[in-house]
């Protein structure tokens, strides 16, 4: 596999979209589950941190179809040219871009409406995470339900990594009671959550992959184990902050409100490379079953 620099540059683009997207469609989620829960000034505060996400978002969604025009022309003048950038436009990126950026500046002034619009909001972020199945391999991939798969998949995603930054918001701002019921009724809503990410995460790689032996013979399927190796580790970590750390958060134990704030931070970690991994398997490794 060669590394260009337009190549870096592209994945570490769309690694950066992928984030300030799917956290701030998960945070959307996460605000519609948790409002009773929040004070006022909570809601505030990661209304504030979705605001930041959304302008990430679109601002990485502009850069992705600079790069790719570069890319493209193996020269920055291609950022200019106009009949490249139309291409990439026209390519289905400026469809998805289109709805990421509207289903997110729908959803944050829907939330901010209290439970009228609540419908709008999770319908706003919903969208804005599935436009990445608008693009991609798994779009042109048979059968042709793998883009309803991927978008159950990015769904899940969204969900679990947009509720990060929420949660070590209210780690550094609540005392224990407040924060264990926070997390507890995220705990509650993730099992069947994550379950649904690995299902469906599961079948889209056995079809994109097309045989097993090309998790260890092709550039794909390694990345794809090193992904997986990675995913084992966040759920480990998940693991381990709803059977040890909330249980005793809810009884008011304060050194588990400093443990789940570090376990967060090594969340947010493994989540951006598993993100990164993802961005090089898109941008760089085909799909053997494609090839």
């Known amino acids: 596999m060669n590394l260009g620099l337009w190549d870096g540059a592209a994945v570490l683009v769309k690694a950066v979209l992928y984030a300030a997207t799917l956290g701030a469609a998960g945070g959307v989620f996460f605000l519609a589950y948790s409002r ?15 605001g930041i996400l959304v302008a990430l978002a679109i601002a990485a969604s502009a850069a992705r179809v600079l790069i790719t025009a570069a890319s493209m ?10 009949r490249l950038l139309s291409m990439v436009w026209h390519g289905g990126e400026g469809r998805a871009a289109t709805l990421r950026a509207g289903g997110l500046l729908l959803a944050i002034p829907a939330l901010m409406r209290a439970g009228r619009g609540r419908p709008f909001a999770i319908v706003g972020a919903a969208a804005a995470a599935a436009s990445f199945g608008w693009v991609g391999h798994a779009r042109a991939a048979a059968p042709a339900a793998t883009p309803l798969l991927l978008g159950v998949h990015v769904l899940a995603v969204a969900f679990w990594v947009g509720a990060l930054g929420p949660l070590a918001i209210q780690a550094r701002r609540r005392e224990p009671h407040r924060l264990g019921a926070v997390a507890a009724r995220f705990g509650r809503i993730a099992l069947a959550v994550v379950a649904a990410l690995l299902a469906a995460g599961v079948v889209v790689l056995w079809i ?22 990675l995913v084992a ?24 409100v400093r443990g789940l704030r570090r376990s967060l931070r090594a969340e947010m970690l493994v989540a951006g490379l598993i993100l ?14 494609m090839s």
């Open 276 to 289: 990164l991994i993802t961005a090089a398997l898109t941008t760089l490794a085909g799909p053997p079953s």
């Open 73 to 82: 022309s193996e020269d920055a003048a291609g950022m200019l040219d106009l």
């Open 208 to 229: 994109l992959l097309g045989s097993v032996s090309e998790l260890w013979t092709s550039d794909y399927g390694r990345l794809a184990c090193l992904k997986l190796a």
């Open 36 to 50: 009773s829960l929040l004070e006022p000034s909570d809601r505030l505060a990661i209304a504030r941190l979705l």
């Open 233 to 256: 580790c966040l759920l480990a970590l998940a693991a381990w902050n709803k059977l040890r750390l909330v249980p005793r958060i809810v009884a008011g134990d304060t050194l588990a």
